[in-house]
């Protein structure tokens, strides 16, 4: 079960206003987080002393939420308290993402909530982004979107369909026909291709190496961006790739640029895949990171390269969780 927290100010205290109010205010948070009337089990009001012509519990009633359980309260008189505001507790059966919900003069209440936060992270493979993102995404509590995944799951498609990732036009026809969707649990990322959770099977290095390749194709970049960036309009989240804070999003508030020595990045890749299973050798994994390397900074598409306002973080010497106390010292700074 989640909680859907919301708030929005009426101009004066009467019926018509505070129906108006609620109903535009549940009618809000129930779009953004695709809730079924079903999926609802209570909805909690509370409101300032100064709203006293109308109950908002009954306001929803008649609004057409009569199928859940309602409950209103007026709050304790605070000095220097928001003036006529509606506040709302919505209980939804869902192990989706809340997304909450502040209207008109109430954005003021929570603007580490209504303030939509981007963070770019680039950097070469094996620079320990993925998992750096995730630290932050949790501190912050904000959605951490894999972007490399997106690729991957183009990749993927690839081997699965037998097409040659050499072949412009073949991997054309995957993209075009693409049945990519990208999902939200409890804040973890769901990469679903045709339906599937393909969140380890994109994780192979072949699928890595193969990732590459198809990313330099301008058109696969132009779909992937666009959804891209279409999903960080409307959340606060924090995106890693090569390219995030040049050429996805380059106008985001907050840019990293997270690097390490090649034989540092093969160590670390190195050891996920052994304590996976993986039959690799260290060789292997160190001229894959080489070649990753390579492709990455020399395609003609949007190459891999530090933004020239990110802030670069060398994590040779450090720890995951030193590099994403950093980043998150850094953005609360400037919040």
Do not use: W
């Amino acid at each position: 079960m989640k909680a859907i927290r919301g708030a929005i100010t009426v101009d004066k205290d009467s019926p018509a206003q505070i129906k108006d109010a609620v109903g535009q205010l549940l009618s809000e948070m129930v779009a953004r987080n695709s809730v079924n009337s079903d999926q609802i089990v209570c909805i909690m009001f509370t409101n300032t002393v100064d709203i006293k012509s109308y109950y908002p519990a009954k306001a929803a009633r008649e609004c057409g939420y009569s199928h859940c359980a309602l409950f209103s309260s007026a709050e304790p008189e605070i000095v220097g308290s928001l003036e006529r505001c509606i506040r709302v507790m919505m209980l939804v059966e869902s192990d989706k993402m809340p997304s909450h919900v502040y209207l008109k003069e109430a954005v003021s209440l929570r603007k580490d909530i209504t303030k939509i936060i981007n963070i770019a992270l680039d950097g070469p493979a094996g620079s320990g982004k993925s998992t750096v993102s995730k630290m932050v995404a949790k501190r912050l509590g904000i959605l951490y979107l894999d972007t490399g995944a997106m690729y991957r799951a183009i990749a993927l498609k690839c081997v699965r369909d037998n097409a040659d990732y050499c072949d412009k036009d073949a991997v054309k026809n995957i993209v075009n026909k693409l049945n990519l969707t990208i999902d939200y649990k409890d804040g973890k990322q769901i990469t679903l291709l045709d339906g599937e959770d393909v969140g380890e099977l994109i994780r192979t290095p072949q699928v890595s190496l193969l990732a590459s390749y198809v990313s330099a194709y301008s058109f696969v970049r132009t779909k992937m961006v666009e959804l891209q960036r279409r999903i960080a309009s409307k959340f606060s989240c924090i995106l890693d790739g090569r390219d995030i804070g040049t050429n996805v999003l380059p106008s985001c508030e907050f840019k990293f640029y997270l690097t390490a020595s090649p034989e540092v990045r093969a160590k670390r890749r190195y050891e996920e895949e052994i304590a996976k299973g993986t039959n690799l050798s260290f060789e292997d994994v160190f001229k894959e990171i080489n070649e990753r390397d390579f492709q990455d900074k020399n395609r003609a598409i949007a190459p891999l390269t530090q933004a020239a306002d990110a802030i670069l973080i060398d994590s040779s010497s450090m720890t995951a969780e030193e590099v994403a106390e950093a980043i998150v010292t850094k953005v609360r700074e400037n919040m």
